[in-house]
C-alpha cells in the first residue's frame, strides 16, 4: 500500500509538472502573438464632406477612435471631397484632388461608383465611414499584420511658411510611391446651407494638402507649403507608402510639428 501511495504522488507530480509546462509554452506563445501585432499599422482614409448629411456620424466615429488610439500606429485622414459642393453648400475643406484620389481608389478596388461617407483602412478594405463595428475589426485586423514596408519622418523643420520633412523608406516595391499629407487636428464650421444646414460641424484629421513623391531613393528630403499664420500644435504631417498598382498601404509614420524652427523626430 505504502508503495502504491508512493507512485501516486509522484505521478501527481509528474502531471503537476507538465502541465506547469504546458502553461509556460501558452504563455510564451501568447507572448510572441503580442510582439507580432505591435509591428502592424492602421492607415484610415476617410471621404466625408460638410454637404452630406450621412457625414457627421463617421466625423464623430473616426474622432472616437482618434481619442482611443493615441500612441498606437493608428493613422486617421479625412478627405474632403468637392463634388457635393454643387448642392447648397461649399466645403471650405473639399479639393477635387480628393474627389481623384477616392475615383482611382475605385478603379483600384473594383467599384461601380463611390460615396459619401466611405472609409478605406490600408488601401486595400473599403466600407461605409460610419459602421462602427466593422471599422474596428479593420484597425484590429491591420495591427496584427506587419508592415511590409518601413517608414520614419525625421528632422521636421520650418523656414518661412515651408516645413521640410526628411524621409528614410525601407523595404518598399518599385512601383511605390510616398504620400505625404499636411494635416489640420480639429476645425469646426457653421454649415449655412445644404443638407447640413443650421448644424454646426465638428472634424478632425483633416488633409489641407496631399503630395506624391515618386520612390527614387529610399530617403530623401520633401517640403510643404504651410498656411500663413498657423499654430504648429493645430497640426501634424503622416506619410505612408503606397502601391500604385493596387493601392495597397504597406507602411506608414507620422511627425508633430515643431513648436520652433529646431529640428525634431518621430517615427
Not at 502531471?15 to 509546462?21: E, G, L, M, S, Y
Not at 499629407?181 to 447640413?196: D, F
Request: net charge positive.
Amino acid at each position: 500500500m505504502r508503495s502504491f501511495r508512493i507512485f501516486v504522488t509522484v505521478a501527481c507530480l509528474g502531471f503537476a509538472a507538465i502541465v506547469t509546462q504546458a502553461f509556460i509554452v501558452i504563455k510564451n506563445k501568447k507572448a510572441v502573438k503580442t510582439e507580432v501585432v505591435g509591428k502592424g499599422f492602421a492607415v484610415i482614409e476617410l471621404f466625408t464632406s460638410e454637404g452630406c448629411s450621412s457625414c457627421p456620424p463617421a466625423d464623430a466615429l473616426v474622432a472616437k477612435v482618434q481619442k482611443e488610439s493615441v500612441g498606437q500606429p493608428v493613422y486617421i485622414l479625412a478627405f474632403h471631397v468637392d463634388y457635393w459642393n454643387r448642392l447648397g453648400w461649399k466645403d471650405v475643406f473639399s479639393s477635387s484632388e480628393y474627389s481623384d484620389r477616392q475615383n482611382q481608389y475605385a478603379r483600384w478596388l473594383k467599384l461601380s461608383s463611390v460615396y459619401t461617407p466611405q472609409a478605406i483602412v490600408n488601401g486595400h478594405t473599403e466600407f461605409v465611414g460610419s459602421e462602427e463595428g466593422t471599422l474596428r475589426n479593420a484597425i484590429k485586423t491591420s495591427l496584427q499584420n506587419p508592415a511590409k514596408s518601413e517608414l520614419t519622418l525625421s528632422n521636421i523643420k520650418i523656414a518661412n511658411d515651408k516645413a521640410s520633412i526628411q524621409y528614410q523608406a525601407d523595404g518598399a516595391t518599385n512601383n511605390a510611391v510616398l504620400m505625404i499629407a499636411l494635416i489640420e487636428k480639429n476645425a469646426t464650421t457653421k454649415v449655412q446651407r445644404g443638407e447640413n444646414g443650421g448644424r454646426t460641424l465638428s472634424h478632425v484629421q483633416i488633409v489641407r494638402q496631399l503630395k506624391s513623391v515618386v520612390l527614387k531613393n529610399n530617403s530623401g528630403i520633401e517640403s510643404m507649403t504651410l498656411p500663413h499664420g498657423f499654430n504648429p500644435q493645430d497640426w501634424e504631417v503622416i506619410g505612408f507608402i503606397q502601391n500604385t498598382s493596387n493601392g495597397e498601404i504597406t507602411g506608414a509614420a507620422k511627425i508633430e510639428l515643431p513648436a520652433t524652427v529646431s529640428a525634431n523626430a518621430s517615427k
